[in-house]
């Protein structure tokens, strides 16, 4: 691991390394919402079995109890959407490939290099059963699809290499914390500043 910052003071000494042995967050816990994604040469996001987006479509709105007759008259977009978000949360994701890989659910500037590359998406009755409720409420939706813009949040922060561990040691060398896994360089964001005791804030200060 190489260290990306240190921070000293008279009592103990601070350092936050990459963590180049980051776990893929889509891995190693449960998640709320599942990323679709199709791509010639990467292999992102969650398994799944759909062939492409028409695919992924085609096999929500027959989930959904829809008819081949009603199949036929989704004619757009727009109209869709309108059917999938009355059992649905549903957000496109978007890839920006430059050299690294980044990903979002509003589009990158550059037409040449980023484009959508699928969708982060969790039904109804799924919501439902998470968070104990018979009904999705529109405040409840606006939280899902801040949860699920979080999840991608965090897969990016994976994408990029932005994942981060920290040792706090005595001026002695004798390590008094550690931890691993922390997405995002912000110690007030990832965690990190939760983990340290409130004796050391000012190492977290000089580091953020």
């Not at 980051?22 to 969650?46: I, K, Q, T």
């Not at 096999?59 to 757009?76: A, Q």
């Not at 991608?152 to 994976?158: M, Q």
Request: hydrophobic share 35%; charged share 25%; proline share 2%.
């Amino acid at each position: 691991m190489s260290i990306y910052k240190k921070a000293q003071n008279g009592k103990a000494i601070l350092t936050i390394e990459y963590d180049s042995d980051a776990m893929c967050p889509r891995f190693e816990s449960e998640h709320l919402g599942s990323m679709v994604f199709w791509h010639g040469r990467y292999n992102l996001g969650d398994k799944h079995r759909y062939k492409d987006g028409n695919d992924f479509f085609i096999t929500l709105l027959k989930e959904m109890g829809r008819t081949e007759k009603t199949l036929c008259r989704v004619d757009s977009r727009k109209n869709l959407f309108e059917v999938l978000e009355k059992h649905y949360v549903i957000l496109p994701v978007y890839l920006y490939d430059h050299g690294s890989l980044t990903i979002s659910t509003t589009p990158f500037q550059c037409p040449w290099d980023s484009g959508q590359i699928g969708w982060i998406y969790v039904s109804n009755k799924k919501i439902r059963e998470e968070y104990n409720v018979k009904r999705v409420s529109k405040k409840l939706r606006f939280q899902v699809l801040s949860h699920l813009q979080l999840e991608v949040e965090i897969y990016d922060h994976y994408l990029r290499g932005d994942v981060y561990s920290f040792i706090l040691k005595d001026l002695d060398g004798e390590i008094i914390d550690s931890g691993d896994g922390f997405y995002g360089s912000n110690p007030h964001t990832n965690g990190i500043a939760e983990c340290i005791s409130s004796e050391y804030e000012d190492l977290i200060k000089e580091i953020a």
